[in-house]
């Protein structure tokens, strides 16, 4: 099952994505979090991403590309995954299925979060407070809400052009929105293997 989770940040995509991985019994593969693991632990490509992920700025796509491709290739995502916070431009995603394709394999669906705008900037100024991020005070949070609608909103025409995109209310409880994104999956024939936590 190879999965892509699209919304804006504070969507919950990170939560849900988690959520769904474990119930599909493959790999959450979040490209915020390894960017945020690289920078902790003070790696070469932790230093190129700090700059823009302290700004709000996208990672340039080259950079972002090559790191989830070499994760893509790891045998643990060989029969699927959740991927979270990528692909984030036209051309990730163009050179993504680029990459897919090459492999002989495609994206089975697209899930779009569905949060209204003043919920999210509410949502994230809540999680600075709860864990911190350094890229979570309010201007950073609108800037990365503009590059969303500038550069990643773009992606919902791509993928539903390719009858990938399928929207999931995003709000509310979020067992809830689970089994929204759950009953989804199945319906397009994915059935889980697991309880999603
Ligand atoms: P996230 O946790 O997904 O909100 O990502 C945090 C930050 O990491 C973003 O604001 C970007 O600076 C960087 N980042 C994560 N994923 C990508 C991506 N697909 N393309 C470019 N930058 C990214």
């Known amino acids: 099952m190879r999965a892509m989770l699209l919304g804006p940040p504070g969507a919950g995509k990170g939560t849900q994505a988690e959520r769904l991985a474990t119930a599909y019994a493959v790999p959450h593969i979040s490209t915020g979090d390894i960017f945020r693991a690289n920078v902790q632990s003070a790696t070469a490509l932790g230093a190129e991403a700090k700059g823009y992920m302290d700004r709000g700025e996208l990672v340039p796509d080259d950079v972002v590309n090559r790191m989830v491709f070499d994760r893509l290739a790891q045998p643990d995502a060989a029969d ?53 991020r350094t890229d979570d005070t309010e201007d950073v949070i609108r800037k990365r809400l503009l590059v969303y609608e500038e550069q990643t909103k773009p992606l919902e025409d791509y993928y539903a052009a390719r009858g990938l995109l399928h929207d999931v209310e995003a709000v509310g409880e979020i067992d809830v929105i689970t089994q929204r994104a759950l009953d989804l999956l199945t319906e397009l024939g994915h059935t889980p293997v697991a309880q999603p936590r």
Request: glycine letters at 12%; hydrophobic letters at 40%; zero cysteines.
């Open 80 to 132: 699927g995954y959740v991927l979270d916070g990528y692909p984030r431009t036209p051309v990730q995603a163009s050179e993504l299925d680029a990459f897919l394709a090459e492999r002989g394999e495609a994206l089975d669906a697209v899930l779009r979060f569905d949060v209204p705008e003043g919920e999210l900037v509410a949502r994230l100024l809540g999680r600075a407070q709860e864990q911190g």
